[in-house]
């Protein structure tokens, strides 16, 4: 593996020839300030790739009047400067405490790390951190953790619902650019397609993971191709020797057709890399950065996990857009029509509307949108190529055999921030001996029928997460806040009723969206 990875270091180290490129937070609270000109139709910003590209979006917003948050520690200027060499270089640290009202019990959290990045001149620029913490959280989020194994977003959770679980998370990149044109960037991180609060191609759901992506740039045309190496954790007990090796590859054109109209291709191919059996490594076929993939999968007996995709983004208005996306798993046409449900007729649909400054209220935005994904759609022959990495789902956070609906309304004012939010999800949930289509990492020949699957389908499960929350934006550049938030999350598990009322306090870093509103 290290002897094909190595020539993309060496190609990436001799390609200075161009300006560097640094990557903005992957944190929707961080971009909010953004979004409104983002989204307008006088600006060209490919906004369903994330992160973002700094230099490209301040190029793009130059001719904008931006209000953004103040920093109240860094004053914009570097730590260190020396000559062409600007670095900055400071501490992660959070806390907080809140009260679990259903556990009758107090919870908290703390982390402390370090982050550094950097740019060398025009030509290159970095960026690392490194953190660790320890989680003893509400109920509902113990749930999740026994789950899944990981504290969600961060990484393997090592302790018990009685001592806390502590985990560790870290992620940097090296990024330049060949031309003005052409990037490549070569990390750990995480990655986003789409313009929704969920993405149903690639979402940051799962912890970071190693990667090697290239960026080309024409005009009103992006397209991004990426690499990266994954794990599953799901039979180790936390040994990192024994997690396994999986690799994923990428495609995503994206091309803003007119000022008001996006439309985005997608392609994903999974393949087991170590199955603790034999060690297949990363397979030269797909290290391509040319569409498409399903041909050499197709050539080689169709051994892998496929996805394809389409996307759109459609503004009404000044400040109003609709967006969505269509994934496709597999299907056969025939079944589709005839409306056989058969179990292997696997998608994904999502629609959203977004609106910025409502009701002419200048910083008040609304966002919802509605995810559909059928039985069994992301699942594989081989669970170790499902589509998730650190056993969390690559795509929506529930897994499949779902319908989603949420919603927020944001406002901010200088570095206040407030949002109400609900999502609700209804799905079936998997029997004790039944795989209804909802666990991705089940191996889907074991479902019960071969006709007549649908969403809902398995033990009916209904659940309602309500927040409102109230941010006091410390430091952009540090992605350092305070925060007090109220949740509410109600369960209906085939009539059985729970309800897990929460609250919480903190100052905490930011490392990227964190999510603890699925099961």
Same mark, same amino acid.
């Given at each position: ?31 909010? #300030? ?38 109240? !520690? ?16 400071? #501490? ?80 940097? =990149? ?35 993971? #190693? ?57 994903? !191919? ?126 929506? #956070?529930?897994?499949?055999?779902? !319908? ?46 071969? =006709? ?50 929460? !609250? ?16």
């Amino acid at each position: 593996m290290y002897k094909k990875i190595l020539p993309l270091l060496l190609f990436t180290a001799i390609a200075f020839t161009g300006k560097g490129q640094a990557n903005m937070p992957l944190d929707r609270d961080f971009l909010l #300030p953004y979004q409104s000109s983002f989204n307008s139709t006088s600006c060209n910003v490919f906004t369903s790739i994330m992160p973002y590209d700094a230099q490209k979006t301040q190029q793009a917003l130059s001719h904008d009047t931006l209000t953004s948050y103040k920093d109240l !520690i860094f004053n914009g200027s570097p730590m260190f400067s020396v000559g062409s060499f600007n670095a900055n270089i400071f #501490p992660l640290a959070g806390g907080s405490g809140g009260y679990d009202v259903y556990g009758k019990s107090t919870t908290y959290d703390y982390s402390g790390g370090l982050h550094i990045d950097g740019k060398l001149g025009n030509k290159f620029s970095f960026s690392g951190s490194y953190l660790a913490g320890v989680v003893y959280g509400p109920s509902f989020m113990d749930s999740i953790i026994e789950r899944y194994k990981v504290v969600p977003g961060l990484g393997y959770a090592y302790g018990s619902p009685q001592t806390g679980y502590s985990y560790q998370y870290w992620d940097g =990149y090296l990024s330049y650019n060949l031309t003005n044109n052409f990037n490549f960037q070569i990390g750990k991180g995480k990655q986003f397609l789409g313009d929704g609060y969920r993405s149903l191609f690639l979402s940051d759901v799962s912890t970071s993971y #190693p990667y090697f992506k290239i960026t080309a740039t024409f005009s009103k045309i992006e397209f991004v191709s990426l690499f990266t190496m994954m794990q599953d954790a799901e039979t180790t007990t936390g040994l990192t020797a024994n997690f396994y090796t999986k690799y994923s590859s990428f495609h995503y054109l994206t091309w803003n057709v007119s000022h008001r109209l996006n439309i985005s291709l997608f392609e994903a !191919i999974t393949y087991d890399g170590d199955s603790g059996k034999y060690v297949r490594g990363p397979d030269p076929g797909y290290l391509n950065p040319i569409l498409f993939y399903q041909a050499y999968n197709y050539n080689i007996g169709d051994p892998d996990k496929s996805n394809l995709g389409a996307a759109f983004k459609l503004k009404v208005a000044k400040k109003e857009q609709f967006y969505g996306q269509l994934l496709i798993d597999e299907f056969k046409l025939q079944n589709v029509i005839h409306h056989t449900e058969w179990w292997g007729n696997k998608q994904g649909v999502q629609l959203g509307f977004k609106a910025f400054d409502l009701f002419s209220i200048k910083n008040l935005s609304f966002q919802t949108e509605v995810d559909y994904v059928r039985p069994y759609t992301y699942t594989a022959r081989d669970p170790l190529q499902n589509y998730s990495n650190f056993n969390q789902p690559l795509g929506d #956070p529930e897994g499949a055999n779902f !319908i989603e609906s949420a919603s927020f309304l944001t406002y901010y004012h200088k570095n206040f921030l407030i949002q109400a939010s609900a999502v609700c999800y209804y799905y079936g949930a998997d029997s004790a001996h039944t795989d209804y289509g909802q666990n991705i990492f089940i191996n889907y020949n074991r479902h019960p029928y071969d =006709y007549g699957n649908y969403v809902g389908q398995g033990i009916p499960t209904y659940i309602n997460t309500f927040c409102l929350k109230t941010d006091f934006i410390i430091s952009p550049k540090m992605s350092l806040k305070a925060e007090l938030a109220i949740y509410e999350c109600f369960e209906d598990i085939n009539g059985t009723y729970y309800s897990y009322p929460y !609250i919480t306090l903190g100052v905490r870093t930011s490392l990227g969206n964190l999510y603890n509103d699925f099961r």
